[in-house]
């Protein structure tokens, strides 16, 4: 016979245990307009650089007003070169796409085996 009340004790204690050295992704949002200046495109980087290595996924944004929705392919241009920066620790999980007046990609860390 075992005392029900301990086990039950202990399988609680084990799944907390657990919980605590899980890992949640979550999905940091990077905010560019489409006349991004270098210095503020690699000052970004290195942040998405971080979450990335952190196993958090990198959201992408370029952002367009008014006669910015002339310059999209800048803003596609803007977000290829972002993935081409971090293209050791990442995969482009969706392509650069418009919805509306922004144009959003999608980065996700690499798996823990690298590529």
Do not use: C
């Amino acid at each position: 016979m075992l005392d029900f009340g301990k086990y039950m004790y202990k399988k609680k204690k084990k799944e907390k245990e657990a919980k605590k050295k899980q890992h949640t992704v979550q999905v940091k949002e990077l905010r560019f307009r489409p006349n991004t200046d270098d210095h503020d495109l690699n000052f970004k980087t290195r942040h998405a650089r971080g979450f990335l290595e952190d196993g958090d996924k990198v959201k992408a944004t370029v952002q367009f007003r008014g006669r910015d929705m002339l310059y999209t392919d800048r803003g596609k241009e803007l977000l290829m070169d972002l993935a081409e920066e971090l293209s050791d620790i990442s995969d482009i999980e969706t392509k650069p796409n418009m919805e509306g007046r922004r144009m959003i990609m999608m980065l996700a860390p690499t798996g823990k085996g690298g590529s």
